[in-house]
């Protein structure tokens, strides 16, 4: 079957869901038997988001081919249950004048003149082309907002993909608000009328309209947004706020959004059965108690930071069938605030996050010492396992213990940039290697060998797993026959390099760190088997 392609743009103002929308909708079509994938083209210069800073643009998300994506991609890992992101399902403006460019200079273009059209654009309409493949629908979602000049090159693409693919293979959804003004007590509909027809003047009529808004959209202004649009009526779709984005696809599906896109393609396929999503907003909401789990980190100002994590923590509460409020804690301010290390004696769990640099990482190993020291359930993720290790090499074994990140010159490399070689007897050595300060970064799903009988393998149910890495520092295997006798157990190695993966403290109801993100993998329908033993803990700890 020819690939249909959905493509989905944003007006008025950002940050109105168009990611969530359009994994809602990818949820309902999976649901009815079809074969989903998304791609998200974000207009930036960036070759990608791997260097961006957190507060500019939040998590970086890892797909399992190791590419460095946007967070959105989250998402539709998390809304889909058969599809996988790669690297092929994100690109930016930057990749594709990359590409452009090195072509040519190749001599690609044999000397011509290089546009943005036909040759940025031809790029573009190739690379959506190829997200598509194999796939029964390819939704595309374009970053940023109508009326920006960065995306003007991909909405010009998707003009001419439209025309190329027809009426029957390509449909345009357009989110949009409707503001509701509390003075005159009613919503407006104008900038929903501007947004479209700022649309319209560079050559694309949506076909659905999607209306995100505070308050309940009356069908008097359904109509007229219909009227005003251009748009059939059944194909303005009204999304009021939800008290949980995981009620979106039953929303969409109640007003048969799915049902005028199957028609619009000529898909004859099963109605969709939405009974498990039914499932998780019903645990959800009937969630019996509260935990409070403790996020040191230092980007805490800006939860997307941590997006995947929150989710992840959301997730284990739902199959635990209790609510997880996360109380923010920012690290710089726990290493000298009394207040805030309060907050963390409150809290019925700690966890520690990704992230990069020293700043920080004295609160957050305060934080690691008192979760070690007072039997609170603590999980550290990436930098939180390499912390909890520095940690316990300072204070158990009294090592002047440090990363090779923060201090190059430091007397106890535990964590540094690995490299491996091979003594006299052939065998696998491991040393801190300060030669190189870029490293080679970890991405991406790498398999680990879990150590049988710990913790960590009893959680899985397995000695085998595949996690996904964003990392290039490493724990120095020449400490790990002093921490395990000082009672830190090393539970799981990377099966290639046997560099570790995970510690433990088997003396401690719950202490695990892993090297890598388990957030990435967890799903609303189901969790992360790390998650839901961390919350579990949690409960009993409560």
């Known amino acids: 079957m020819t690939t249909k392609f959905i493509f989905v743009t944003g007006g008025v103002v950002s940050s109105l869901g168009k990611g969530i929308a359009a994994a809602s909708l990818a949820a309902v079509l999976e649901a009815r038997g079809l074969k989903v994938t998304m791609t998200k083209m974000d207009p930036y210069i960036n070759v990608d988001p791997g260097t961006m800073s957190p507060f500019q643009h939040g998590e970086v998300f890892v797909t399992e081919d190791g590419a460095e994506t946007d967070l959105d991609l989250g998402y539709y890992e998390r809304f889909l249950r058969r599809s996988k992101m790669s690297k092929a399902n994100n690109f930016t403006s930057g990749r594709i004048y990359q590409t452009v460019l090195a072509k040519e200079r190749r001599g690609d273009y044999l000397g011509g ?60 959804m357009h989110l949009t608000l409707v503001p509701y003004i509390a003075s005159a007590g009613e919503s407006k509909t104008k900038p929903t009328q501007h947004s479209v027809k700022e649309l319209r003047s560079i050559g694309l009529q949506p076909d659905v ?82 935990v409070v789990v403790a996020m040191v980190g230092k980007y805490v100002e800006l939860p997307d930071a941590y997006k995947s994590v929150n989710e992840a923590l959301l997730h284990a509460g739902i199959h635990n069938k209790t609510k997880v409020r996360i109380n923010y804690i920012n690290a710089e301010t726990l290493e000298h605030d009394n207040a805030a290390f309060d907050e963390l004696k409150q809290a019925d769990a700690i966890l520690v996050p990704g992230g990069f640099g020293e700043r920080g990482t004295l609160g957050k190993m305060k934080a690691i010492e008192y979760a070690r020291t007072h039997n609170k359930p603590f999980l550290g993720i990436c930098l939180g396992m390499q912390l909890a290790v520095i940690e316990f090499a300072r204070n158990v074994l009294g090592l002047q213990a440090n ?85 830190m157990k090393i539970s799981g190695y990377s099966a290639k390099q046997h560099l570790v993966e995970a510690i433990e403290i088997d003396h401690h109801p719950w202490f695990v760190a892993v090297q890598y993100h388990p957030e990435f993998t967890s799903s609303p329908r189901g969790g992360h088997p790390l998650f839901n033993s961390f919350i579990k803990a949690a409960m009993a700890d409560s």
């Open 113 to 172: 003149t290089v546009q943005v059209i036909p040759h940025i654009t031809d790029e573009i309409k190739h690379k959506i082309r190829a997200s598509g493949e194999g796939y029964d629908i390819a939704i595309i979602e374009i970053g940023g907002t109508v009326g920006d000049i960065e995306s003007l090159p991909f909405m010009e693409a998707v003009r001419q993909l439209q025309v190329e693919l027809g009426r029957s293979n390509s449909l345009l």
């Open 209 to 290: 309209l999607i209306c995100r808004s505070e308050q309940t959209i009356s069908e008097e202004n359904r109509q007229k947004i219909a009227l005003f649009t251009n748009v059939e009526t059944r194909g303005v779709i009204l999304c009021e706020d939800a008290k949980s984005i995981y009620q979106i696809p039953r929303r969409f599906y109640e007003q048969d959004l799915d049902d005028l896109i199957c028609e619009r393609f000529g898909l004859t396929v099963p109605e969709a059965d939405l009974s498990d999503w039914d499932l998780v907003v019903q645990d959800l909401f009937n969630a019996q108690g509260e």
């Open 403 to 487: 990363s090779t990140e923060f201090d190059r010159k430091t007397a106890h490399p535990i964590i540094g940039l690995i490299t491996e070689w091979f003594d006299e007897k052939g065998e696998l050595q491991i040393r801190s290697d300060d030669s190189d300060l870029g490293g080679t970064m970890r991405l991406g799903a790498q398999q680990a060998e879990l150590v049988a009988g710990s913790k960590l393998a009893k959680i899985y149910g397995a000695n085998n797993i595949t996690e996904r890495h964003r990392h290039r520092y490493e724990m120095n295997n020449r400490y790990i026959e002093p921490l395990e006798q000082a009672g």
